[in-house]
């Protein structure tokens, strides 16, 4: 998993599609920051902030260690075939480049899975007493807090507290995708069948899972283990 540790402000959903669109023109790094600082000059005018927000971009889209270059390939391919699900795709690769932003939105699962609403005050709490009070954890947390609202999977129930927008996926591919990105984040070597729908990482969005679907997958390997059906990834990658 790629080391990126800051995430230094909140991006747009169609940032991230734009990031996205650009790579089908085969620019090179030079060429492809040129273009990603025009489009962003439109909208962003702090030279701070535009240099921040295009390394994110990069970081998420363009950039792709060997590790990341098989994931990046399968979210190319979904984003052409399924760009209504941009939110989900765009999402894991956030948390593939980020693995800080994984972890604060696994914060905010297990806190949804118990309330209707979160502050930006109960979230940075419970990363406190986790990791201890750190000043660049409450923004960065703040950050991605704004990125979720920006990505329509936070809603504003008031001014400081959020509702989750929850987003059905219906499509095997995508949910295969999530699933996949979720067990190499969570560094899972293999879950219960029963589990796959309760990630906290992937907690905004619902959808269903079949055996079939996964035993069609070459990705996926089905075994009994101790009496329940058990998935994992094939050579545990």
């Not at 809603?155 to 927008?165: D, E, F, M, V």
Request: aromatic residues 12%; proline residues 2%; charged residues 25%.
């Amino acid at each position: 998993m790629a080391k990126m540790v800051g995430y230094a402000c909140s991006i747009k959903l169609q940032w991230f599609n734009k990031a996205f669109q650009m790579l089908k023109e085969n620019m090179d790094e030079a060429a492809y920051k040129e273009h990603l600082n025009e489009y962003l000059s439109f909208e962003i005018d702090s030279p701070t902030r535009l240099r921040k927000t295009r390394e994110i971009l990069m970081n998420v889209w363009f950039r792709a260690d060997s590790e990341n270059a098989q994931i990046r390939q399968e979210a190319m391919q979904l984003m052409d075939k399924y760009p209504d699900y941009s939110t989900a795709i765009n999402l894991c690769m956030i948390y593939m480049s980020y693995p800080v932003v994984a972890d604060i939105c696994k914060f905010m699962g297990h806190m949804f899975e118990a309330q209707d609403e979160i502050t930006n005050a109960m979230l940075k709490q419970k990363l406190f007493d986790a990791w201890g009070e750190r000043s660049t954890l409450e923004a960065t947390s703040r950050r991605v807090t704004l990125t979720l609202k920006e990505m329509d999977i936070l809603g504003c129930a008031s001014k400081t507290r959020y509702i989750l927008n929850k987003q059905t996926i219906t499509k095997d591919e995508v949910v295969n995708f999530i699933i996949c990105v979720a067990m190499k984040i969570e560094n899972h070597a293999y879950c219960a069948f029963s589990e796959l729908k309760d990630f906290y990482s992937m907690f905004p969005f619902e959808y269903s899972v079949s055996k079939e679907q996964l035993m069609l997958d070459a990705r996926f390997v089905l075994t009994n283990f101790g009496g329940e059906l058990s998935v994992a990834l094939k050579d545990n990658e």
